[in-house]
């Protein structure tokens, strides 16, 4: 059964930086892409950012390009966010999750698209 687990969360400084981790086991996920959404409280989820199978084609949202990066390492079936210049409005659960396809590129980063969420983990930034 395919499982992801997000890890990494924490509370940072405004500026600080943090990395997630999305471990997925049950399945081998070398030939999907995956990516990363954002939830806050009582508002609706958004898409952060995605990677193709291999790793060489990814998608940021406006909002985070330059100060996310996403990574993936299929050897360790664990695929990556870097976070860095932390904001207070980057506080929210962070969610990785299964796009059903090789290349997510084209495809607008949404979460009716992907499937077999994580648990989440939670950022919060604040000093």
């Known amino acids: 059964q395919l499982q992801l687990v997000e890890s990494g969360g924490g509370l940072v400084q405004p500026g600080g930086s943090l990395r997630l981790s999305c471990a997925y086991s049950?399945?081998?996920?070398?030939?999907?892409?995956i990516g990363w959404f954002r939830q806050v409280s009582g508002k609706e989820r958004e898409g952060v950012s995605c990677?193709?199978?291999?790793?060489?084609?990814?998608r940021y949202a406006d909002s985070v390009k330059g100060r996310f990066t996403i990574s993936r390492d299929n050897a360790k079936n664990t695929v990556y966010l870097q976070i860095n210049t932390l904001k207070p409005e980057d506080t929210a659960v962070y969610y990785c999750?299964?796009?059903?396809?090789?290349?997510?590129?084209?495809?607008?980063?949404?979460?009716?698209?992907?499937?077999?969420w994580g648990q989440g983990t939670q950022v919060t930034v604040s000093s």
């Open positions: 999750a299964v796009y059903p396809y090789y290349d997510c590129s084209g495809v607008p980063l949404v979460a009716k698209n992907y499937d077999n």
């Open positions: 990677i193709s199978g291999s790793g060489g084609s990814t």
């Open positions: 049950g399945s081998s996920l070398d030939f999907y892409a």
